[in-house]
């Protein structure tokens, strides 16, 4: 199934940030992509096409990913976040994870991922 839609990929890890990007434009999306909180803040304000954000979790640094997603639905209202991490959903704190309108544990296949963004794009 090919899907419409830009895609704000925010993964501090090189190689799983290219996987990312290249999955989601293989099933139709635009994507973007963010290695920190700062580029992320700069393009999601920059770029009022952004419809969804997949964001890694557990970022390093002095703003964490969960922040990063609370920040990014406070701005950008209509933005939906997929928070994604190593960590699997009952470890992952719930302050951190309820920051994202959904979650994802990695390992995850593409196409899950894929999906994923397919339904917050229909809640918008």
């Known amino acids: 199934m090919r899907h419409t839609g830009t895609v704000l ?4 890890d090189e190689l799983l940030s290219e996987l990312l990007h290249a999955g989601l434009r293989s ?6 992509d ?3 909180r700062d580029t992320a803040a700069e393009l999601l304000a920059a770029r009022p096409e952004i419809q969804v954000m997949v964001c890694d979790i557990t970022m390093p640094g ?4 969960a922040e990063l997603m609370q920040r990014a639905k406070s701005r950008e209202p209509a933005v939906r976040v997929v928070g994604i991490s190593g960590y699997p959903a009952d470890r992952v704190p719930d302050n951190q994870a309820n920051s994202a309108d ?11 991922l ?11």
């Open 62 to 65: 002095e703003c964490s990913g």
């Open 34 to 36: 963010a290695a920190d």
């Open 102 to 112: 959904e979650f994802l544990g990695k390992p995850f296949a593409l196409s899950m």
């Open 9 to 12: 990929v925010v993964e501090d």
């Open 114 to 124: 894929a999906d994923c963004v397919c339904r917050q794009l229909k809640k918008r």
């Open 27 to 32: 099933a139709g999306y635009t994507v973007l």
